[in-house]
């Protein structure tokens, strides 16, 4: 039988990537209107803010997801 108190061992990490890449999306969005480079051509904030974002929720959610492991 299986414990039903155990959680799965990479539930945060999958939450943290995906909620990393929405709000670095939004920031690089909102850093390349400020700039104004839709009009000329410069979208780079965009995956820039993406991957950071990913990133930081790479890390977010491994260091949640290492209390599941200590029990």
Do not use: C, E, R, W
């Not at 999958?14 to 999306?25: D, Y």
């Not at 939004?26 to 850093?31: E, K, N, P, S, T």
């Not at 995956?47 to 260091?63: D, F, N, R």
Request: hydrophobic letters at 45%; charged letters at 10%.
């Amino acid at each position: 039988m299986t414990d039903k108190k155990k959680q799965d061992k990479n539930h945060y990490l999958g939450l943290g990537v995906g909620f990393g890449l929405i709000a670095g999306s939004a920031i690089g969005i909102l850093v390349t209107s400020l700039i104004g480079g839709i009009g000329s051509g410069m979208l780079f904030a965009v995956p820039i803010g993406s991957s950071i974002g990913m990133l930081i929720g790479i890390v977010v959610g491994t260091l949640l997801d290492s209390k599941n492991q200590n029990n």
